[in-house]
């Protein structure tokens, strides 16, 4: 008996020992395996909104509603920001090109900058603060509280619903309010270089002039569309697949913010990757 108590001690531990080795990589094959079927969902959610926007009919009432709470809404913060964006970096450049004599520059460093890159991206990463969180946070409690199943046994369709005006209203504000955050940027940048560090204000708006083309405003309109239509997908997700209740909708609307921060700056490069090979 105390030879067969002895091997069933020793399987035990050579078990116990396995178990040890065992579960990490199966915690990494989960992780790995639930990944793949987030990506999964997302895809299939992004093909129902994409076939749901030219579905009818056409809820301008909710439209209307989007635009006013995405764009008007957002109006004094994007001002704000792209004011304070444009004074700063109107600052750096001014005491940088004072180096080389080249102050005239600030107008057309300032101008280049807003309308390709920091106009879309400062603009985008505010709405998604003010509005995506709230998006996946409204989403996620109607999911919670079974609006949205109440949605499908009526016969609505919750995707056609609610992320459709959201997507369209997004996808037309987005560039809409880029472009005030490209003037109120040059104006906030004016005030700092040529009221408070003395560039002459003619040499400023000639370099301007001669340097922003239409085309670099173009391709900053451009990625804001791209960018308000990735925010309501991902926002928009998160909420319809959020669960465990209000702490559920909360780390849904944590998780949706940070991913689609994340996902827009990966986006802008590939988009000015793009853009620099096909448009100049």
């Known amino acids: 008996m105390a030879v067969v108590q002895g091997d069933t001690d020793e399987q035990r531990d050579g078990s116990q020992s396995t178990n040890v080795l065992i579960r990490p990589i199966e915690k990494v094959g989960q992780n790995v395996i639930g990944t793949f079927e987030g990506l999964g969902l997302f895809f299939v959610f992004l093909a129902r909104v994409i076939v749901s926007i030219f579905r009818r009919p056409v809820r301008w009432r909710l439209f209307i509603e989007q635009v ?5 809404r957002s109006i004094p913060i994007i001002a704000l920001s792209s004011a304070a964006i444009g004074m700063i ?6 005491m940088l090109m004072a180096e080389f004599q080249a102050e005239a520059m600030v107008g ?14 400062i603009t985008t990463l505010m709405l998604i603060a003010k509005n995506g969180s709230a998006m996946t946070a409204e989403i996620g409690t109607m999911k919670v509280t079974e609006q949205i199943d109440a949605m499908a046994t009526m016969s609505v369709d919750p995707v056609h ?31 700092v270089a040529v009221l ?13 002039y001669w340097f922003v083309n239409p085309t670099d405003v173009y391709s900053g309109l451009i990625k804001a569309a791209v960018m308000g239509f990735m925010m309501v997908v ?34 802008d490069y590939i988009m000015a990757d793009l853009m620099l090979k096909l448009m100049y």
């Open 68 to 72: 006013e709470r995405i764009g008007v």
């Open 89 to 94: 970096f109107a600052l750096q450049i001014t």
């Open 108 to 121: 057309a460093a300032v101008g280049l900058t807003l309308a390709r890159e920091l106009a879309p991206v």
């Open 161 to 191: 619903y609610l992320v459709v005006p959201r997507t369209v209203a997004s996808i037309v504000v987005f560039p809409l309010l880029t472009a005030m955050a490209n003037v109120v940027g040059i104006i906030g940048s004016y005030i």
């Open 196 to 208: 408070m560090m003395n560039v002459d204000p003619g040499a400023f708006f000639d370099q301007l």
């Open 234 to 267: 991902i926002c928009s997700f998160y909420g319809f697949y959020s669960e465990r209740g209000a702490k559920g909708v909360g780390e849904a609307a944590t998780r949706a913010v940070v991913t689609a921060s994340v996902g827009i700056l990966v986006a």
